[in-house]
């Protein structure tokens, strides 16, 4: 055998283990890619659980919230009007303040409607502290109830790309051993034509 064939045979050799190797090498990354989107997938599928439970909470907070306002108002509502009849039925116990009971129960009636006045200041600034956090609630709430949405369109563009994944691998596989071909193709050829050659110079 010539040092030309060694030569040839060498790189037939090395284009086919290069081939393999290509062949295995593009398969192990393609699993590991999809390894990789799987995990991502669940990932996302958690997240969007999370966000679906988070979403419902809110709602719920802002039913409550709802509702602490609304009894906010309707206790306010009431402190006024027991107020109000503490002060008529001052006004009637005046009229009976020589007797010194009445006007002990006077006193103490003063004293009520201060507190009561006083729990009204704090139930309205209370009542009007909810009613400003309620626009920005409302505005979480409907940012919140969008997070499922983006969260499903991110899972089926992870799902395409697993699967496109799958398909490239195919592709890359064929590119890989249609070029090993034509290199030995091109390889047998040269030989064809070194035998030709030496064919002519051997002639007489």
Known sequence: MTQSK?????????????VCAGWIAIGRLAAATQHGLI?????LISARELA????????????????????LGNTGAALVATRHVSESVRGILDVASFI?????LNGSLKSAEATLAEVEIDLAEASG???????????TIASLQQVPDQLDQSIAEVRASAAR????????????????AALLIVLLLIDD????????????
Do not use: H, Y
């Not at 060694?6 to 290069?18: D, R, Y």
């Not at 439970?53 to 602490?68: D, K, M, W, Y």
């Not at 994944?165 to 596989?173: A, I, K, N």
């Open 52 to 71: 679906t439970n988070t979403a419902a909470s809110a709602t719920e907070l802002q039913r409550l919230v709802g509702v602490i306002g609304e009894g």
């Open 165 to 180: 994944v799958g398909r490239q691998v195919w592709l890359w596989r064929l590119a890989m051993t249609a070029g090993g």
């Open 100 to 104: 010194n009971r009445v006007d002990d």
């Open 193 to 204: 034509m070194r035998r030709a050659i030496n064919q002519r110079l051997a002639q007489p």
């Open 129 to 139: 502290s909810i009613e400003e956090s309620k626009p920005i609630l409302d505005k």
């Open 39 to 43: 995990r991502t997938e669940e990932s």
């Open 6 to 18: 060694i030569f040839s045979w060498c790189a037939a050799v090395l284009i086919v283990g290069s």
